[in-house]
């Protein structure tokens, strides 16, 4: 059975910073595209970040770069978000999701269609203030 289960999130204000967690289970990681996405009410759905096993192939959305970052821990099956100096658009519901795909179409398409398949969490919550 596959699950997704993230945790992290929170209140923070701008400036700070936040790491998110998502611990994924009955999937082979090797095969996977991971990422991270986020939904704030009124917006558009928007791919944040996504990793890849084969060759730690990294994809950022232009908006976080330079100040998330993604990573994997295969010995705990768990990827993580790592959020700093965060700003008020940052608020949003974060979904970790997963897809089985290749390296070269995780860096070229997950962030435009995260969420669309695969599977995802429940998400988790960041809110920062001004």
């Known amino acids: 059975q596959v699950e997704l289960v993230e945790s992290g999130g929170g209140s923070v204000q701008t400036g700070g910073s936040l790491r998110l967690s998502c611990v994924v289970s009955?999937?082979?990681?090797?095969?996977?595209?991971m990422g991270w996405y986020r939904q704030a009410p009124g917006k558009e759905r928007e791919g944040v970040a996504s990793?890849?096993?084969?060759?730690?192939?990294?994809a950022y959305a232009d908006s976080v770069k330079g100040r998330f970052t993604i990573s994997l821990d295969s010995a705990k099956n768990t990827v993580y978000l790592q959020m700093n100096n965060l700003k008020p658009e940052d608020t949003a519901m974060y979904y970790c999701?997963?897809?089985?795909?290749?390296?070269?179409?995780?860096?070229?398409?997950?962030?435009?269609?995260?969420?669309?398949?695969?599977?995802r969490g429940q998400g988790t919550q960041v809110t920062v203030s001004l």
């Open positions: 990793f890849h096993p084969n060759g730690a192939s990294t």
């Open positions: 999701a997963v897809v089985p795909s290749t390296a070269a179409y995780c860096k070229a398409t997950y962030l435009r269609t995260a969420g669309d398949f695969g599977y």
């Open positions: 009955g999937l082979e990681f090797s095969m996977l595209c």
